[in-house]
């Protein structure tokens, strides 16, 4: 167990839907990480925040967007959703931002759009 | 933008054997990951190395900057071991960028 927990574990929705995945960091971890897994895209790098602020963008779609709130759990909401975001989303957190530091991964959701 | 990839794509072993997963990134970097996803999808750390070589259990990574290539060995494999290892580089204060993973099973 890494310590960070994400919600929910599966998710099944409709083209058009809108959801949000919560993840919260591992105690005293200020900075959290989001990724995206597709089966033909590999993990990628979707957007990281560091206590609260946006610290670094990946390819991350207009559609989705993502906050970190003062209890520094993070949210990433996807909107109007497409076949193709199916995917796995993990979630991943780490003590501080820009140091190479090691970085804790969540169970990851599974979101399947249909 | 770096490029990871990782050899080969697909490793069965027989257990006891001695495995070597092999990654080979093209710009210099501050760090790299090893990182095992279970069949379940669980991601785990393995290790995170700039340089030398480090080793926890039966696992073994290595790294050679000069050459841009790291190797993750593990030694007497067992069936548990079966996973996706994943490659994973990072240069300076940009974001982590990912190889495709090489799926390792192991046959009892």
């Known amino acids: 167990d890494s310590g960070v927990t994400q919600t929910p574990k599966h998710l099944i929705t409709a083209t058009g839907q809108r959801v949000t995945l919560r993840c919260s960091p591992r105690?005293?971890?200020?900075?959290v990480y989001w990724y995206q897994q597709s089966l033909d895209q590999g993990l990628q790098f979707l957007i990281q925040?560091?206590?609260?602020?946006?610290?670094a963008k990946g390819n991350i779609l207009e559609r989705f967007s993502a906050q970190q709130f003062p209890d520094l759990h993070s949210e990433l909401n996807l909107s109007s959703l497409e076949l193709g975001d199916s995917a796995l989303y993990f979630c991943a957190s780490s003590v501080v931002a820009g140091t190479n530091n090691e970085q804790f991964f969540g169970p990851g959701t599974r979101l399947t759009v249909l | 933008k770096n490029e990871v990839e990782q050899s080969p794509q697909n490793l069965t072993a027989q257990e006891g054997e001695f495995i070597t997963i092999n990654c080979s990134y093209s710009?210099?970097?501050?760090?790299l990951h090893w990182l095992q996803q279970h069949p379940g999808g669980g991601i785990v750390s393995l290790f995170m190395l700039s340089s030398g070589k480090k080793k926890h259990g039966r696992l073994i990574a290595t790294i050679n900057i000069q050459e841009k290539h790291s190797s993750l060995h593990i030694t007497a494999s067992h069936p548990r071991d079966s996973a996706v290892y994943i490659c994973a580089v990072r240069s300076g204060n940009t974001p982590l960028v990912f190889g495709k993973g090489t799926r390792l099973s192991v046959i009892a």
């Open positions: 105690s005293g971890d200020l900075s």
């Open positions: 925040y560091y206590n609260g602020e946006e610290r």
């Open positions: 710009v210099g970097i501050s760090a």
